[in-house]
Each structure stands twice: as structure tokens, then as C-alpha cells.
């Protein structure tokens, strides 16, 4: 080839070069070539047009020889017209050493290459849509976890209405105990951490995580009319109740079958307890400090009574219903599980809750209990701090009969008053005091509701005050009831169920 292009002019050169690409078969004409080097072939005249003609040209040289006119555009990506003096001149030899032609145009992709294209793309998608999703998917469980985590070891806690209370006393929370916490907390209720048990229920001692140890009571009847609402406001009602002489309601917990209460462990016990059950050694409460559980017993009443809204009647007042705390404090435990009272003087039930030997006449007879219901149990305490002995098991000894109130009665009326004191005490006592707690017991105990003290006035006598006169005024037969002559005769007429309840140990 390059043999003939030395022997042939320039237009001839280009003619051949068509000539061989046209006879290697090509479709319509079309010059097809990848590299043309016509360098140095000593080739002369104007440089053809038809350079511009050949398609998918890689390079074109036709440096180095005498051609001149204008450069056709051809499609080569190099087209080297290098030392071509007619065309580049003399002193422009550095910028003829290539030509770039215009872009060139792509040919359009096969078809097949274009499916290939697509369904890369489509893959390409579907792998960065999975890989978001499972991204999105870790991310939105792992809050779901740390939310659920959050949510369970948080202390949940139910809100009293602070509007309703005394605004000297900080009201604080109760604290929403789970069933799991407090079954931890007794080891799952086991027997040997009962503390006591009753027609309210079975109190445990528990051992909580913090360390603190709480009386767990456990009502009997979980079933409370007006469901979860009605509990949770009998709940509210006695948290409002707060007071030094009253025990604190720490916290509940309440699902579809328990009800339970979490109140403050008291280290030293019930006053019945203290009295006669010497279980653990300790010694028996001395005067004064039965003298100081009288007077805080009668503070809590008093709040309970006349400070509470709405008021709370008690209904089992008795020793062993008293907690002792850490100072031999009185403190009032069980109120409220009662029917609550609201601003009416009294309440009807169709049952009576209560202590045989504490009950009130009235309560006994008629189930129409009223604060005068609480001050007869109180009358019935003084006397069981003056004895020692429980009024429930009272008569059960040979040399004993009837109930506790009618023997004190007799005693007092013949003026053996002596033999009504605990011999615990060794006959160490005040005389004096022993006759007015006796008298501030009676007046309490008298049968007619109307005839009895209320609570703030029992205090006062108490400390001293007002004594004497009502004493007088009880014995002149202007205040006289005209009920039985024995106590002992309600108890055998009352048709009403008593459902006796007795706690007894440190709670």
C-alpha cells in the first residue's frame, strides 16, 4: 500500500483508500477505519474533502508532507497534519503537531447492552432500597427497645389531688408497685413473713431493692365495687390522710385480681404486741408510755375525724391496730379500709367490720356507724392498755367472765380499780391518772352515741382538761342511755355478721 501511495497524487490516495474500504464489503458506502497513517509520503496538493467522509477513525496522520488548502473536519479523535509548511506555516509547527476534531457522536449502544444497562440500574436499586430498609428497620427497633426499657424501670407513679389537702404538709406521690415487685419483696408471700392477718387481708414484711423494708398487705377482697376508678380513690383518699400519729401509705398495686397496700415498716410492733406478747423478749410498756399511745392515739382520730375531707371513720379501733414506731409514737394503722365516709354524720353497711369487744352497741344492732362508733373503740383501747389484756380475748381465762367493759364497770363501781391494772406494770403507776383514764374510758363507752365525747373533746380530757365537769355531768342523770345493762347483750342479740380482724407483730 504504501508502495502506490509514493506513485500516486493526493486525490488518487484518498481515491484508493476508498476504494479498498468499499471492496472490503461494507454497507451503503459508509468508509469505516480505525488508523490511516500517511506520514512522510512526500504527498502534495490540496488536502481532500473526503478525509471527512471515513467514520469511527482513531487516527489520521498525514504529517510531514507538502499538502495545503483548508483542513477538512474530520471524525478521527487525532488527526496529525504536523510539518505540513503550506497549511501550519513555518513558525507554526507547535500548534499543527495534532488536531482535535468536534466530540465525537457515540454510536447508540446495542440493545441487548442497554437491557444489561437497565437491569444493573434496577439491581443497583433494589440492593440500595433493602439496604435502607434494613438500616431503617435496626434503627426503629432499637428505639422500640430503649423506649420499652425506659418505660418498664420507670417508677410510675399515682398523682393526689394536692388542691384537697392541708398546704403545711408536703404532699408527695405514691409510688405504683408491680405484683412482681412485691412478690419479690415477701418471697412470693411466703408464710414465714406474714406479719398478721384479718378481714382485710394478710400483712407481709418485705424486703424491697432499695433495701427498705415495707409492710405488704394484701387484700382479701380484690373484687371492689366500681372496679379500678373505685379503688384508686379510696387509694387517694387515704393518702390525703397524713399525719404524725397515722400510718403513711407508701404505696398500692392494683391488676385484674390483687389489691395490695404498701405501708412503712414499724420496727417496734402493735401495742398488743407489746402488751402480752412477749415473743421476742422485749419488756412491757411502761406507764407513761402507755399514757403517750392514749394521747397519740387520740391526735390521729382527731385528724382523721374533723381534719380529713372527706372524714374517715376507722371502725376497728383496738391495740392491735396501733403501730409503735422507732420513738414508741401511737401510730393509727387500717383506716380507710372501711367504707370511707363523706360529709354526712353517718353511714348504713349491710356488714360489720370490727372486733367482737370493740364494736359499738349501735354498729352491732343497727350496721349505722358515725365517729361516736370510733370513740366507743377508743374507750375500749384505754382499757386494754389499762389491763393488758386483748378485749377480744377476754373471759377466756377461768377466772374471767362476760366481756372486758362489763367487768371494768363492776370494778369501777366497787372501787377495785387495783385489780384492773397490768400486772406487767409492777404496780408502778400514777393512782391519780389510773381513775381519770378509767372515767375518760366510761365516758366513751357509754351506750348511747349521743351521750359520748367526741374525739378532740376525748383529747383535751386527756391532757387534763374538761375532765372533771363531764365526769360529774355523766353521773348526775341528766346524760343517762337507756340501752341493756350488759354489753354483752348486744353481742348475743346482733344479727349482723362481724368480721373480726387482729394483727398482731411489728408491721
Same mark, same amino acid.
Given at each position: ?25 461494507? /454497507? ?6 480505525? =488508523?490511516? +497513517?500517511l506520514? #512522510?509520503?512526500?504527498?502534495?496538493g ?5 478525509l ?8 489520521? /496522520?498525514?504529517s510531514?508532507?507538502? @499538502? ?24 507554526a509547527?507547535?500548534?499543527?503537531s ?24 434496577h ?12 438500616a431503617?428497620?435496626v434503627?426503629?427497633t432499637?428505639g422500640?427497645? &430503649?423506649?420499652?426499657?425506659?418505660r418498664?424501670?420507670?417508677?410510675i407513679?399515682? /398523682?393526689?389531688?394536692a388542691?384537697q ?8 406521690h ?14 412470693h408471700?411466703?408464710?414465714?413473713n ?28 380484690? #373484687? ?5 376508678v373505685?379503688?384508686q ?12 400519729n &397515722? =400510718?403513711?401509705?407508701?404505696g398500692f398495686?392494683?391488676? #385484674? ?9 414499724m ?10 406478747? !412477749?415473743i ?5 410498756? %411502761?406507764?407513761? +408510755? ?12 382527731v385528724? =382523721?375525724?374533723?381534719?380529713?375531707d372527706?372524714?374517715i371513720? !376507722? ?5 392491735? #391496730?396501733?403501730?409503735?414506731?422507732? %420513738? ?8 380507710? @379500709?372501711?367504707? &370511707? ?22 354498729y ?14 377508743f ?12 378485749? =377480744? %380475748? ?11 367493759? /362489763?367487768?371494768?364497770k363492776?370494778l ?9 391494772? %397490768?400486772?406487767?406494770?409492777n404496780d *408502778? ?24 365525747? *367526741?374525739?378532740?373533746?376525748v383529747?383535751?380530757?386527756l ?10 355531768a355523766?353521773?348526775s ?5 337507756l340501752p341493756?345493762p ?11 355478721v ?10
Open positions: 500500500m504504501v508502495s502506490q501511495i509514493v506513485r500516486l497524487g493526493v486525490k488518487d490516495v484518498f481515491t484508493q483508500i476508498a476504494n479498498d474500504v468499499v471492496g472490503q464489503g461494507l /454497507d451503503h458506502g459508509t468508509f469505516v477505519l480505525t =488508523l490511516r +497513517r506520514n #512522510n509520503n512526500s504527498l502534495s490540496i488536502c481532500p474533502g473526503s471527512s467522509k471515513i467514520e469511527g477513525l482513531t487516527l489520521v /496522520d498525514i510531514y508532507n507538502n @499538502l495545503s488548502g483548508s483542513l477538512p473536519k474530520v471524525s478521527a479523535r487525532t488527526f496529525k497534519v504536523i510539518g505540513n509548511t503550506l497549511i501550519c506555516g513555518p513558525k509547527v507547535a500548534n499543527c495534532a488536531v482535535f476534531p468536534e466530540p465525537l457522536m457515540l454510536p447508540q449502544d446495542d440493545p441487548s447492552d442497554e437491557s444489561g444497562t437497565r437491569t444493573n440500574g439491581h443497583l436499586a433494589v440492593a440500595f432500597a433493602a439496604s435502607f430498609s434494613a431503617f428497620l434503627i426503629f432499637s422500640m427497645f &430503649l423506649w420499652w426499657r425506659y418498664r424501670n420507670k417508677q407513679f399515682f /398523682d393526689v389531688n388542691e389537702y392541708d398546704p403545711e404538709v408536703s404532699l408527695g405514691l409510688k405504683r408497685y408491680t405484683f412482681k415487685e412485691l412478690r419479690s419483696a415477701t418471697n408471700f411466703n408464710s414465714k406474714i406479719l398478721g392477718r384479718g378481714g382485710y387481708g394478710i400483712v407481709y414484711k418485705g424486703h424491697l431493692s432499695d433495701g427498705s423494708l415495707v409492710a405488704v398487705k394484701r387484700l382479701k377482697d380484690c #373484687n371492689i365495687a366500681g372496679g379500678e373505685q379503688f380513690t379510696e387509694v387517694e383518699t387515704i393518702s390525703l390522710a397524713l399525719h404524725r &397515722l =400510718l403513711r401509705l407508701r398495686c392494683s391488676s #385484674n385480681n390483687e389489691r395490695i397496700l404498701v405501708y412503712p415498716y420496727p417496734n410492733g402493735s401495742v398488743a404486741s407489746r402488751l402480752k406478747d !412477749h421476742r423478749g422485749e419488756p412491757a410498756l %411502761d406507764w407513761s +408510755r402507755r399514757k403517750k399511745i392514749a394521747v397519740g392515739t387520740a391526735r390521729g382520730l385528724y =382523721l375525724h374533723e381534719q380529713c372527706p372524714k371513720i !376507722h371502725r376497728d379501733v383496738k391495740a392491735a #391496730n396501733i403501730l409503735l414506731d422507732e %420513738d414508741f409514737e401511737a401510730v393509727v394503722g387500717d383506716f380507710g @379500709l372501711a367504707k &370511707l365516709l363523706d360529709h354526712r354524720d353517718s353511714h348504713v353497711t349491710t356488714a360489720v367490720r370490727g372486733t367482737v369487744g370493740h364494736i359499738a352497741p349501735e352491732l344492732s343497727t350496721g349505722q356507724s358515725s365517729e361516736k362508733t370510733d370513740v366507743f373503740g374507750g375500749i383501747l384505754l382499757l386494754e392498755l389499762i389491763t393488758g389484756q386483748k378485749a =377480744l %380475748d377476754f373471759g377466756r381465762s377461768s377466772h374471767q367472765k362476760g366481756v372486758m367493759l /362489763d367487768w371494768v363492776k369501777h363501781q366497787e372501787g377495785k380499780l387495783k385489780q384492773l391494772i %397490768d400486772k406487767d406494770l *408502778k403507776y400514777d393512782t391519780v391518772e389510773l381513775e381519770e383514764i378509767v372515767q375518760v374510758a366510761l365516758l366513751c363507752t357509754q351506750f348511747n352515741p349521743s351521750n359520748r365525747p *367526741k374525739m378532740s373533746e383529747m383535751k380530757m391532757e387534763g382538761d374538761g375532765l372533771a365537769d363531764r365526769w360529774e355523766s353521773q342523770g341528766g346524760a343517762k342511755s341493756p350488759y354489753y354483752s347483750d348486744y353481742i348475743q342479740e346482733s344479727s349482723l362481724v368480721e373480726a380482724i387482729e394483727l398482731s407483730g411489728p408491721r
